[in-house]
């Protein structure tokens, strides 16, 4: 990962590929930033002018290189936009400096060091430079025959390493937030990178092979399920959906715990590692980005590392339900019912509708444990895509001070999402003659449909907030900010910071 350094030099001393500042829409023209000063002075005072000429406006994710000026160090300067200048004594919000930082990131592709001289005032602004610097500066690199070398001759792999200028290297707060930046982008890209990885590398035995991994390596207690211990618990919705192939499924319990921690939480990830959408397969065109279909366990995967790494004063237990979907002579059928584990039954009226049967089992199982909320994370529904879009994730949740928190934190941590509610009168839709639920419901409203049936596995008493992440979890277009294409890492960010105000005692 790319290394990530505090210096109290200026922007003009530092030896770098690139010194990066800030520029922003000023009324009629282009405005330096602040911490580009030292740059500015190089240039005469005119590096707005000269920006001016070169086309630059300042508009968000702009980028703008040009030769150094005698006096700096970098042979290159690349002014990236901020957007409009804030309001007299406002600073720039902290999403503003990472998605800077991070399409800087992106430009400095193969370099060896960027020095970044965006304005940082304070410790946390200090944090969101790093974090979308870092974020910025990922590529997916799997040398193992199965996935594109990122060293190869069309890609020199990402910025080798970012250096915050004019910091505080030894003051306390910057330093807790260079650190907190790099654990948590470090597991963001853990998340991307098994998001990225093809369905015929990471099976569901692979990735929970990689849970234990990853456990051994920071002190997290894991037990695996395998096919055989699954049928001996119940586990009628896994099992049902991995039924048809040749991988068999896995239900991974990843927990870290500390000694003084006063709030537990329960996460849980959908782990379908890939959806062919079973015997009610899926149309060609749907198929191709299918290996993404286990992004919320990545993401439930990454938090818990995320949250050991950084020694947070709380007990989280992820919950990762993993299964491929696939067709075949011993496939569930639509029309089949299966016992859930704790005995509700479910009709499946449609196997593509498998990632809340795996959901279910393990909200069930993890509501054993009486944790003090239940947070579960899905590439759910296309629905909810159809709602908000491609950058937006749904939040559902059975109380709806919860919901608040949810969103709340997933703007602050920088991650766009939308409360959605949970009609009642949607419940009837999910009826059925032969099971005590069906699978399908209402098509209009399917992702608010879905959340309601989650919901009816969620045990009387316990705080439940449901994600749907099928929007932002995997980019198909082009990069922006600090957001790559392919897997995204979304939700990390989200529950990383879900944990942090848990430890602190606040949960909503």
């Given at each position: 990962?790319?290394?990530?350094?505090?210096?109290?030099?200026?922007?003009?001393?530092?030896?770098?590929?690139?010194?990066?500042?800030?520029?922003?829409?000023?009324?009629?023209?282009?405005?330096?930033?602040?911490?580009?000063?030292?740059?500015?002075?190089?240039?005469?005072?005119?590096?707005?002018?000269?920006?001016?000429?070169?086309?630059?406006?300042?508009?968000?994710?702009?980028?703008?290189?040009?030769?150094?000026?005698?006096?700096?160090?970098?042979?290159?300067?690349?002014?990236?936009?901020?957007?409009?200048?804030?309001?007299?004594?406002?600073?720039?919000?902290?999403?503003?400096?990472?998605?800077?930082?991070?399409?800087?990131?992106?430009?400095?592709?193969?370099?060896?060091?960027?020095?970044?001289?965006?304005?940082?005032?304070?410790?946390?602004?200090?944090?969101?430079?790093?974090?979308?610097?870092?974020?910025?500066?990922?590529?997916?690199?799997?040398?193992?025959?199965?996935?594109?070398?990122?060293?190869?001759?069309?890609?020199?792999?990402?910025?080798?390493?970012?250096?915050?200028?004019?910091?505080?290297?030894?003051?306390?707060?910057?330093?807790?937030?260079?650190?907190?930046?790099?654990?948590?982008?470090?597991?963001?890209?853990?998340?991307?990178?098994?998001?990225?990885?093809?369905?015929?590398?990471?099976?569901?035995?692979?990735?929970?092979?990689?849970?234990?991994?990853?456990?051994?390596?920071?002190?997290?207690?894991?037990?695996?399920?395998?096919?055989?211990?699954?049928?001996?618990?119940?586990?009628?919705?896994?099992?049902?959906?991995?039924?048809?192939?040749?991988?068999?499924?896995?239900?991974?319990?990843?927990?870290?715990?500390?000694?003084?921690?006063?709030?537990?939480?329960?996460?849980?990830?959908?782990?379908?590692?890939?959806?062919?959408?079973?015997?009610?397969?899926?149309?060609?065109?749907?198929?191709?980005?299918?290996?993404?279909?286990?992004?919320?366990?990545?993401?439930?995967?990454?938090?818990?590392?995320?949250?050991?790494?950084?020694?947070?004063?709380?007990?989280?237990?992820?919950?990762?339900?993993?299964?491929?979907?696939?067709?075949?002579?011993?496939?569930?059928?639509?029309?089949?019912?299966?016992?859930?584990?704790?005995?509700k039954t479910v009709e499946v009226l449609n196997t593509d509708a498998e990632g809340r049967l795996v959901l279910?089992?393990?909200?069930?199982?993890?509501?054993?444990?009486?944790?003090?909320?239940?947070?579960?994370?899905?590439?759910?529904?296309?629905?909810?895509?159809?709602?908000?879009?491609?950058?937006?994730?749904?939040?559902?949740?059975?109380?709806?001070?919860?919901?608040?928190?949810?969103?709340?934190?997933?703007?602050?941590?920088?991650?766009?999402?939308?409360?959605?509610?949970?009609?009642?009168?949607?419940?009837?839709?999910?009826?059925?003659?032969?099971?005590?639920?069906?699978?399908?419901?209402?098509?209009?409203?399917?992702?608010?449909?879905?959340?309601?049936?989650?919901?009816?596995?969620?045990?009387?008493?316990?705080?439940?907030?449901?994600?749907?992440?099928?929007?932002?979890?995997?980019?198909?277009?082009?990069?922006?900010?600090?957001?790559?294409?392919?897997?995204?890492?979304?939700?990390?960010?989200?529950?990383?910071?879900?944990?942090?105000?848990?430890?602190?005692?606040?949960?909503?």
């Amino acid at each position: 990962m790319t290394v990530l350094t505090l210096s109290t030099s200026s922007a003009a001393a530092l030896r770098a590929d690139a010194v990066v500042v800030g520029v922003a829409k000023g009324a009629k023209s282009p405005v330096v930033a602040a911490g580009a000063e030292a740059v500015d002075k190089a240039f005469g005072g005119k590096l707005a002018a000269v920006l001016e000429t070169l086309g630059a406006t300042g508009a968000e994710g702009e980028v703008t290189k040009l030769p150094s000026a005698s006096g700096l160090k970098a042979p290159v300067v690349l002014a990236v936009g901020l957007g409009e200048v804030p309001a007299k004594g406002d600073g720039y919000d902290a999403e503003t400096l990472r998605r800077a930082a991070g399409v800087a990131s992106r430009a400095l592709s193969g370099s060896k060091k960027g020095a970044f001289a965006l304005p940082i005032g304070s410790a946390a602004d200090a944090g969101a430079v790093a974090e979308g610097a870092l974020l910025g500066a990922y590529a997916y690199d799997k040398g193992n025959g199965n996935g594109k070398n990122a060293k190869d001759k069309k890609n020199n792999g990402p910025l080798a390493e970012v250096a915050l200028v004019g910091t505080k290297p030894r003051d306390k707060e910057y330093k807790a937030a260079a650190d907190r930046a790099t654990a948590l982008v470090a597991e963001v890209n853990r998340a991307r990178d098994l998001i990225n990885t093809p369905s015929n590398v990471l099976t569901p035995a692979a990735f929970a092979a990689e849970a234990v991994a990853a456990a051994k390596e920071h002190g997290l207690k894991t037990e695996v399920l395998d096919e055989k211990a699954l049928k001996k618990g119940g586990y009628g919705g896994i099992l049902g959906v991995g039924q048809g192939s040749d991988a068999p499924p896995r239900l991974v319990r990843i927990a870290y715990t500390h000694p003084k921690a006063e709030k537990t939480l329960a996460l849980i990830g959908k782990g379908i590692t890939y959806d062919s959408g079973g015997i009610s397969l899926k149309p060609a065109g749907h198929n191709e980005t299918m290996k993404c279909d286990m992004s919320g366990a990545a993401a439930v995967f990454a938090t818990v590392v995320a949250a050991a790494k950084l020694g947070l004063r709380v007990n989280l237990t992820g919950w990762l339900a993993l299964a491929e979907n696939m067709p075949s002579g011993s496939a569930t059928r639509p029309g089949d019912v299966l016992s859930m584990y704790g005995g509700k039954t479910v009709e499946v009226l449609n196997t593509d509708a498998e990632g809340r049967l795996v959901l279910a089992d393990a909200i069930t199982r993890a509501g054993e444990e009486k944790p003090d909320a239940i947070v579960d994370v899905a590439t759910l529904t296309g629905a909810m895509v159809l709602a908000l879009g491609n950058r937006t994730f749904g939040i559902m949740s059975n109380d709806e001070a919860f919901r608040t928190t949810l969103h709340e934190i997933a703007e602050e941590a920088g991650e766009q999402s939308w409360p959605m509610p949970l009609p009642s009168d949607l419940r009837k839709s999910i009826d059925s003659p032969v099971a005590d639920l069906a699978n399908m419901g209402e098509r209009m409203g399917g992702g608010l449909v879905a959340g309601i049936f989650l919901k009816e596995f969620v045990a009387d008493g316990i705080t439940w907030g449901h994600l749907d992440i099928a929007g932002p979890a995997f980019n198909e277009s082009g990069p922006f900010g600090y957001t790559p294409k392919g897997g995204t890492g979304s939700a990390v960010r989200t529950l990383v910071r879900l944990a942090e105000r848990a430890a602190d005692g606040d949960l909503g």
